[in-house]
């Protein structure tokens, strides 16, 4: 009996797959194995494609990397590059995590979101430079900086000696943030200033001096000839 059926089976679905030829049958239907309902004579006479499932598919996405990040942190001061000088890095909250941190040097820090503050005695009168929302991520990661800082030569000449530098002290006040920086400088020789407008007065005697307006821009190598007066 149980012969008999299989026959009948096979008898069957050797009728269909001649019908489906004969009559241009539909395209076949994309169908798993394991869909629940899957007709392994339909699939035999060819309703439907058997495909094989994608193993790919249940491979699970790499998790992003949580673990601290080693963080090396330059300074660029016009040519120089990570001159002498410190930074203090503090956390989202406010909180100092370095106090005088050496550029060049990598450290290990958690991810997160910091501040930076820059200092150096190359820059005249050694202003902070703060730098905000800085995201440090991956396990990785270099940050350069280039401190907001022009370089100029005050060339001090008396009469119509052009070519002759004349040195003579100098203060500086700054017109941007309406203060006078600390310190003397000296003309004839590179000044670095923060970028900014300032008023220089040239000391001619204890009690003479001769102003000077000037603006430094960022990365900013100038000379200026300035007169002296008499």
Do not use: W
């Amino acid at each position: 009996m149980k012969e008999t059926r299989g026959f009948l089976v096979c008898l069957l679905a050797f009728f269909l797959a001649v019908s489906n030829f004969a009559c241009g049958g539909a395209e076949p239907v994309a169908q798993t194995a394991d869909d629940e309902d899957y007709d392994p004579i339909a699939a035999l006479v060819g309703d439907v494609e058997v495909e094989e499932e994608d193993e790919e598919d249940g491979e699970s996405v790499d998790e992003a990397y949580t673990g601290p990040t080693k963080l090396t942190i330059n300074l660029k001061v016009i040519n120089e590059k990570n001159p002498e000088g410190s930074y203090r890095l503090l956390d989202s909250s406010g909180a100092e995590i370095i106090k005088k941190g050496k550029f060049g040097e990598e450290i290990e820090l958690n991810q997160g979101i910091y501040s930076i503050e820059f200092e150096t005695p190359l820059v005249f009168g050694k202003p902070k430079y703060l730098v905000e929302n800085v995201e440090v991520e991956d396990e990785k990661m270099t940050l350069d900086e280039i401190f907001p800082a022009g370089q100029i030569t005050l060339h001090t000449y008396r009469g119509k000696a052009v070519k002759r530098c004349v040195a003579t002290t100098f203060t500086v006040h700054s017109k941007t943030k309406e203060k006078d920086i600390p310190g003397k400088g000296k003309t004839c020789k590179p000044l670095i200033l923060e970028t900014g407008h300032y008023e220089i007065q040239l000391v001619l005697s204890k009690k003479n001096y001769q102003p000077v307006e000037m603006r430094i821009n960022r990365e900013q190598v100038q000379t200026s000839s300035i007169k002296l007066e008499k």
